[in-house]
């Protein structure tokens, strides 16, 4: 085999091999931005277990401690969804602020184990409504 | 009246570049020929006096409050305190442009004075291209993105409406909001972005030499040579920027974390990535004459990708701190970045011809074929960046579906690269050039990889079975021993011969070689940061107390007591927080006050954390909550995280310790001068 064919074959593989790990990767390496309503209206495609970012804004005087869960509920206007989150609660969590909570559907409540408040662009809290476009 | 004089300012670097543009090429086709062309001192200044003087304008509106500014009226307060006003310059799109101006002025001007030693086509073709890069960003200062705007329409601290022109009925708020406050919390924000941008802008002139020698069909190495000084200072620099950047995301923005994946943070690191492989590349075309038309890939794609992250960061197509505002200046830098992409690769192609030939790799098992296997690595790492980066972006215009790329995409294949890159540093640094016979080599590794195996053992029996922690334990501890090894070894062999001290005759192999042996810090400062990336994301602990004052309670070894809360009002901000006492076995070692600020009328206010650093690693406190009653408090360790900030500081400071070896240079000349 010639020396440039050498070349040439390995860089194909080479490239093929990456090109197959990486999209191999993303497949299961993304995770889906939903708003409530969008959550509620794709419940059928993201069954129990699937995991998705849910992203709205606390709704006023829902927030409840229970040991090592925080509840809350997370509304984007349109719709409602009451979330439970395990692990930790990002700084200066309250109500009114917009968040972004990664985890999955349990029934018709959301168990997450990730928070984080999403600020916009001024980092200060965005008007209502159109919050989340990123 | 500032207005003014800032426009007068850009108009004057405007005009400069594009004559530069014009003026440089004419020289450089002139001085191919062989004839004298023009002299280009006096576009070259006008570019650098224009862009001085719009800095200068800007500082001086923010030093004396000069609120006819659109820019002050939205990003300036009278009560920001220095050295923030200052970094309010850089705070916000316009003002960041203006810096990005004066940087690239400062480059061509350095460009200039090489080119006016030497007078040769080269030189003078890489300033015809800094020109038409100039042209692009001063003509965006003077459209889409005008720092000099005056404010026709006002809120009490706002402006509300803003005039290009500067004869406009001016309207000026009394105070402004000020910048962003979170790059007023911390001093590293006011040094990090100059310093990414040296970085990024640095990185035109190896790209502007590279355009010139396709161009003027001098592909042969001389424009590395050139360039190698000016790729080292912006590799550092950039270096330097993406360290202070994760540290002060560590420090300010109060999750624990300095890297996040962010397509910010991304955006700094692809074109560190590329530009790390050209430095390794463009020193196997010097030495060997291979990868010719591989520089030109790399050097073109570093800064295609400067142009892109600064889309990515500045367009507002991704929700950041650094993303400003929607603007229009998205898709004019998208055409930008389209632009040199297209006309880069077009020239490129059409000169493909000249840079075909190479001389073949004798052996893999050599110096050039560990560079081979380390270009490999660091563009497949800076593709998988790149595709993790731009997924969601293009899902999202086509689909409209959001979707986020995570931690575990890039951890996945960025981690085995990272490891297989320490390989080939350990290996690649004592490989020789052309073929190396394996019992040196393995001479050469065999002590360094039996005390990094002991290292890891050790780690294991005594600290923690973790199997990456202990595989970067081995493979940090492989690469700094091989070039431990190797500098004792030369220097005890010369030490033996001449009967000088050891420590002279290291001295002297370090200056002998410089700019090996300066390659060889960054290397241990690289196997550093490894070591710190390794404990930090593997070893870390956090935990959540609800406290009272007066409450007591354990954490990492201390033993921590709520004192009290406190308020404070600053000129700037208000500041709620909590007094933690830290005790050791009964004494006092630290008071720690982790904060909210609040800054104007905002209402949720930005957390400060507290943080405790010793030798065995970092305590980090965090207020979650804080209310009449009590606070709700997060405690974080950062092991060792010392050896990452520590490691990124050797990187950057072998990079500038190489920009001072000449002796390479000159060693390479004469062998091209023999081979001739």
Redesign the interface.
Known sequence: MS?RRFILIGAVG?VAL?VV??VN??S???????YPSEAVAQRDEFSDGTRF?LAGTVVEGTIAENGTVTSFVVSDGAEQIAVDLTG???????DG?PVLVEGTWVGDRFDADEA??????????PEEGGAF?? | MLAFVGLAALLTSFVGAGWLAFAGARTAVAQRRGEPGTDLRTPVLMVLTGALASMAVLQAALLFDDFTLAYLGNNHARATPFPFNVATAWAALEGSIVLWGLVLATFTWLVWRDHDRRRDALSAGALAVMGLVGVFFFGLMLTVANPFEVCIEAAANRCLASSPWPWSPIQAPADGPGPNPLLQNHILMAIHPPLLYLGYVGLTTPFAYAISALALTLPGPEWLRRTRRWSLVAWSFLTLGILFGGWWAYEVLSWGGYWAWDPVENASLMPWLVATAFIHSSLVQQRRGMLQAWNFVLVISAFALTILGTFLTRSGTITSVHSFTQSAIGPVLLGFLVLVLAGSFALFATRSHLVASAPRLDSFWSREGSFLANNLILTVFASVVLVGTIYPLVLEAFTGTQVGVGKPFYNRLTVPLSFALLLTMGLGSVTPWRHAAGPLVWNRIRGPLQVALAAGLVTAVIGTRLGWVVLAVVASVFVIGVIVRHLTELAGRRSRATGRGFFTEALHVLRGDQGYWAGQVSHVGVALVALGLAFTSNLSVHETFELEPGDTFAFAGYEMTYRAPFQRTEPSRTVVGANIEVHSDGRLVAELQPRANHFGSDPTGIPSPAVMSRLSGDVYLMLINIDNTGIRLEANTSPLIWLLWVGGLVTAAGGFWATQARRAERRTTALEAADA
């Open positions: 020396h080479v990456v790990l990486v990767s993303l299961s390496g993304v995770t889906y931005y939903l970012r930790r609660v990002p700084p200066l969590f309250a602020v984080v408040i999403r600020h916009d662009e001024n980092y200060s809290i476009e990123s």
